[in-house]
């Protein structure tokens, strides 16, 4: 075994961590070097040193100290409130009753809201754009009592049958004349408007499919009233 | 909630068994026979904090000794004592009887010094000098050795600890527990949970860097006592 050798075992030997036969070996060896014997000499001290690296000797306050912190933290722990405890102490609570309650209600409250205004949708525009519809057709629907701005001639077979849902029926004529009124902020806007002579005519189908509104204007009438037909 | 459920267990009616160890091992007295620390660990992790206690006075010089070394000032070594025995306590039910307990020990003792290394690393603190911190210590030397026996055992406390500093965490877990603890590289390896080669290389490369060091710094030390 050559010095090299020697000193990368000599750190185990030191410490007694090498096996029996090897450190025969480095025991020969250290016999006859004298630089090894050297390195192992100050590795046989540094190992001491090491060992006897003690720490210092800690009075019995510092352990009860200590034994003091850790039973506090333990009993600490265990009185703490867990996640499960916290929900389970929040519902049986009579506040989580009572919040629990006005949700109910105010979710009620809505649901019967929307059931009730379900059938009150505005009726939707079909086959003809806007723009044919001349202006001042806003005044008579304005001018005229409600009743009077549904033409005579609108088929109305749906609501017959419905005559005595008067309330429902108010509602529709209202959301007609809003319509008619959007309609024809829309057509005074359109220059094709004013320009053409044509008799122009605007579908409206409402919601229910039985129910659509047709309206003519003739163009003579331009200046006055409008007369106009329902179909 | 586990815990709750163990002071709970703590309440009820001592048994016969809890009883007679009662009287077998009066409070402050160490625990000798291996069966009564089983006994012990048992009531324990039942929820037993007298007998929780009793494990901690049979096991906090080991516990104190080790987070020293590897720590190196008394205020980090109780810190961490006290968060091993919270981590022993947390954990005591996972532990099986035909474990060897202080190899259990050992091995979370380790843990806590290194999350307070990481934790000391990220705060960039400074490695606490021994003699700056030693508020409630007995120096053993203090009795019987004159004034100048004192101050070189002192020098030589700090020599070990500033190259034990040094020393990658593997390393110095390795080096406490080989050579300061005495535990055999086998039982290094199960605490390390590693094979024992590697922990003999680890010891070895710590040896080296230890006899370095010392011998870096008493070749200085001559050199100013030469001037």
């Given at each position: 075994?050559?010095?090299?050798?020697?000193?990368?075992?000599?750190?185990?030997?030191?410490?007694?961590?090498?096996?029996?036969?090897?450190?025969?070996?480095?025991?020969?060896?250290?016999?006859?070097?004298?630089?090894?014997?050297?390195?192992?000499?100050?590795?046989?001290?540094?190992?001491?040193?090491?060992?006897?690296?003690?720490?210092?000797?800690?009075?019995?306050?510092?352990?009860?100290?200590?034994?003091?912190?850790?039973?506090?933290?333990?009993?600490?722990?265990?009185?703490?409130?867990?996640?499960?405890?916290?929900?389970?102490?929040?519902?049986?609570?009579?506040?989580?009753?009572?919040?629990?309650?006005?949700?109910?209600?105010?979710?009620?409250?809505?649901?019967?809201?929307?059931?009730?205004?379900?059938?009150?949708?505005?009726?939707?525009?079909?086959?003809?754009?806007?723009?044919?519809?001349?202006?001042?057709?806003?005044?008579?629907?304005?001018?005229?009592p409600p009743d009077?701005?549904?033409?005579?001639?609108?088929?109305?077979?749906?609501?017959?049958?419905?005559?005595?849902?008067?309330?429902?029926?108010?509602?529709?004529?209202?959301?007609?004349?809003?319509?008619?009124?959007?309609?024809?902020t829309v057509a005074?806007?359109?220059?094709?408007?004013?320009?053409?002579?044509?008799?122009?005519?605007?579908?409206?189908?409402?919601?229910?499919?039985?129910?659509?509104?047709?309206?003519?204007?003739?163009?003579?009438?331009?200046?006055?009233?409008?007369?106009?037909?329902?179909? | 909630?586990?815990?709750?459920?163990?002071?709970?267990?703590?309440?009820?009616?001592?048994?016969?068994?809890?009883?007679?160890?009662?009287?077998?091992?009066?409070?402050?007295?160490?625990?000798?026979?291996?069966?009564?620390?089983?006994?012990?660990?048992?009531?324990?992790?039942?929820?037993?904090?007298?007998?929780?206690?009793?494990?901690?006075?049979?096991?906090?010089?080991?516990?104190?000794?080790?987070?020293?070394?590897?720590?190196?000032?008394?205020?980090?070594?109780?810190?961490?004592?006290?968060?091993?025995?919270?981590?022993?306590?947390?954990?005591?039910?996972?532990?099986?009887?035909?474990?060897?307990?202080?190899?259990?020990?050992?091995?979370?003792?380790?843990?806590?010094?290194?999350?307070?290394?990481?934790?000391?690393?990220?705060?960039?603190?400074?490695?606490?000098?021994?003699?700056?911190?030693a508020e409630g210590?007995?120096?053993?030397?203090?009795?019987?050795?004159?004034?100048?026996?004192?101050?070189?055992?002192?020098?030589?406390?700090?020599?070990?600890?500033?190259?034990?500093?040094?020393?990658?965490?593997?390393?110095?877990?390795?080096?406490?527990?080989?050579?300061?603890?005495?535990?055999?590289?086998?039982?290094?390896?199960?605490?390390?949970?590693?094979?024992?080669?590697?922990?003999?290389?680890?010891?070895?490369?710590?040896?080296?860097?230890?006899?370095?060091?010392?011998?870096?710094?008493?070749?200085?030390?001559?050199?100013?006592?030469?001037?």
């Amino acid at each position: 075994m050559n010095c090299k050798q020697t000193e990368e075992l000599l750190p185990l030997y030191a410490g007694r961590d090498l096996e029996e036969e090897r450190a025969t070996v480095v025991t020969e060896h250290l016999q006859t070097c004298a630089a090894c014997a050297r390195v192992a000499n100050e590795y046989r001290e540094s190992v001491v040193l090491t060992e006897q690296f003690a720490p210092p000797v800690f009075s019995e306050a510092v352990y009860a100290g200590i034994r003091q912190r850790v039973q506090r933290e333990i009993e600490t722990e265990a009185l703490a409130p867990t996640w499960s405890h916290t929900i389970a102490s929040l519902f049986r609570s009579r506040l989580a009753w009572a919040i629990a309650s006005m949700l109910l209600i105010v979710v009620s409250m809505f649901a019967i809201y929307f059931m009730m205004n379900r059938g009150n949708v505005e009726p939707q525009l079909a086959n003809q754009p806007p723009a044919n519809v001349q202006p001042g057709t806003n005044e008579r629907s304005k001018s005229g009592p409600p009743d009077s701005s549904v033409p005579a001639g609108v088929n109305t077979g749906g609501d017959k049958q419905h005559l005595a849902r008067g309330r429902q029926l108010q509602r529709r004529k209202r959301s007609r004349e809003a319509l008619a009124d959007r309609v024809n902020t829309v057509a005074a806007k359109s220059p094709e408007a004013t320009s053409t002579s044509k008799t122009l005519r605007l579908e409206i189908q409402t919601k229910d499919p039985k129910i659509r509104i047709i309206w003519f204007v003739e163009p003579e009438t331009k200046s006055a009233i409008p007369s106009s037909k329902g179909i | 909630m586990k815990l709750r459920r163990r002071i709970t267990l703590r309440a009820e009616p001592a048994s016969d068994m809890a009883l007679a160890l009662d009287i077998a091992l009066p409070v402050n007295a160490l625990i000798s026979d291996q069966t009564s620390l089983a006994l012990l660990i048992e009531r324990a992790a039942a929820g037993d904090t007298a007998a929780f206690e009793r494990i901690m006075i049979h096991s906090q010089q080991r516990v104190m000794a080790v987070t020293w070394r590897m720590l190196g000032n008394d205020a980090d070594a109780r810190d961490a004592s006290q968060e091993v025995f919270l981590r022993v306590y947390k954990y005591l039910k996972r532990f099986r009887q035909d474990q060897d307990f202080f190899a259990w020990l050992y091995g979370i003792t380790i843990n806590v010094c290194r999350d307070f290394l990481k934790q000391r690393q990220a705060q960039r603190s400074r490695f606490v000098p021994l003699s700056e911190d030693a508020e409630g210590v007995i120096f053993a030397a203090a009795d019987d050795a004159d004034a100048e026996s004192i101050v070189l055992q002192v020098q030589q406390r700090e020599l070990i600890a500033r190259a034990i500093a040094l020393l990658p965490f593997k390393e110095r877990a390795s080096i406490v527990l080989r050579d300061m603890e005495g535990c055999s590289t086998e039982e290094v390896a199960r605490v390390m949970k590693s094979s024992a080669t590697t922990v003999r290389s680890q010891i070895s490369s710590a040896r080296k860097k230890i006899r370095i060091y010392c011998q870096q710094q008493l070749r200085r030390a001559g050199q100013e006592k030469a001037r």
